[in-house]
């Protein structure tokens, strides 16, 4: 019953902007590091974001610092990436995962980290 549900993939040209969401059934994310994903075709998957349960930290990738930002709305039992300015590299499925910690400041971006729950992805094209 526990799930972790990505909206918001679609086609966009370079340049342009999705938000994608992350929306948690079964249970509540108060105390669950989000982290997300992506894996481009042929590419190992990669940590791309990852924000802890307090929201007090949040890491990036270097290739997407000062384009991505992540967040998450407890009550709405939900996280976001905003992404802007996007490149046809940033191309593939987007997945969030979640793994509970009552540590409030921990984050974890790497994919081989243990995280416990995964969503099924989206897909995110960039291209013109």
């Known amino acids: 019953q526990l799930q972790l549900v990505e909206s918001g993939g679609g086609l966009v040209q370079p340049g342009g902007s999705l938000r994608l969401s992350c929306a948690a059934s079964?249970?509540?994310?108060?105390?669950?590091?989000i982290g997300w994903f992506r894996q481009a075709p042929g590419k190992e998957r990669q940590g791309v974001s990852c924000?802890?349960?307090?929201?007090?930290?949040?890491n990036y990738v270097d290739s997407v610092k000062g384009r991505f930002t992540i967040s998450r709305d407890n009550a709405k039992n939900t996280v976001y990436l905003q992404m802007n300015s996007l490149k046809p590299e940033d191309t593939g499925v987007y997945y969030c995962?979640?793994?509970?910690?009552?540590?409030?400041?921990?984050?974890?971006?790497?994919?081989?980290?243990?995280?416990?729950?995964w969503g099924k992805g989206t897909l995110v094209t960039v291209s013109s």
């Open positions: 079964g249970f509540t994310l108060d105390y669950y590091v």
């Open positions: 995962a979640a793994v509970f910690t009552t540590n409030r400041r921990l984050c974890i971006m790497s994919p081989f980290s243990g995280m416990e729950y």
């Open positions: 924000i802890s349960t307090s929201g007090i930290t949040t």
